[in-house]
């Protein structure tokens, strides 16, 4: 497809895992974003990856990339009340410094 | 450093008057975008900017909307004449020649009635 790809909606309870997946289109971008947008907020800048990375851990947050099948997931470890929001996967478009983002993906975090 | 400022925060206008948002992008960044966001049609670019030109603008919707970057620490996004159909938030962001990672400022939500 030519569009980055999310699912819309992960309900998880307080203390479980919560992973949110993506479907990014280019094969060759270098860098690939989570953005996280709290409710009546800006994005914020919530991790990278290098395209040349398998993995990137950061505290609560794993980030796994596939490049075979263009599939990004970040995982959030005791996901926690804070951590509801809607969560937008992001890749450069071309080497021009646009981005593409998914649709995002809102998590909703149930006691 | 202070972030990616747009101004206003809110802004509530009535059909057919202009409408001006601002942004200051974060010292030194090179590139800066304009964006808008809405529940059907989710995060669009409008334009953006590199050391203060216009390089695409072909996510801007009409005539309408125009943009301008004055100089590196400055931008505003115009609207005339406004349409209900304006109504969203508006998001400016910055990043550096060097990356690619894009910093965004809190949005202005536009209400046209």
């Known amino acids: 497809g030519e569009d980055v790809e999310q699912s819309l909606f992960l309900s998880v309870r307080e203390g479980d895992s919560s992973v949110i997946n993506c479907t990014y289109t280019d094969s060759s971008s270098t860098y690939l974003y989570w953005y996280k947008q709290e409710p009546g907020a800006g994005l914020q800048l919530l991790t990278y990856?290098?395209?040349?990375?398998d993995m990137k851990q950061d505290q609560r947050l794993t980030v796994l990339l596939n490049k075979k099948d263009k599939h990004l997931s970040l995982r959030i470890a005791d996901t926690q009340t804070g951590d509801s929001a809607i969560y937008f996967c992001a890749e450069p478009l071309g080497s021009d410094y646009k981005l593409s983002f998914g649709a995002g993906t809102t998590v909703t975090v149930r006691a | 450093d202070a972030g990616v400022i747009q101004s206003p925060r809110h802004e509530v206008t009535e059909m057919g008057q202009e409408v001006t948002l601002r942004c200051k992008p974060i010292?030194?960044?090179?590139?800066l975008f304009w964006y808008r966001q809405t529940m059907m049609r989710g995060l669009e670019l409008l334009i953006y900017?590199?050391?203060?030109?216009?390089?695409?603008d072909s996510g801007m919707p009409e005539d309408r909307f125009s943009a301008k970057m004055p100089n590196a620490s400055f931008s505003t996004l115009k609207i005339q004449p406004s349409e209900p159909r304006d109504s969203a938030v508006y998001f400016c962001?910055?990043?550096?020649?060097?990356?690619?990672?894009?910093?965004f400022g809190p949005g202005t939500r536009l209400t046209v009635l």
């Open positions: 962001a910055s990043s550096r020649n060097e990356s690619p990672t894009q910093y």
């Open positions: 010292s030194g960044h090179d590139y």
């Open positions: 990856i290098f395209s040349n990375m």
């Open positions: 900017f590199n050391n203060n030109v216009p390089i695409d």
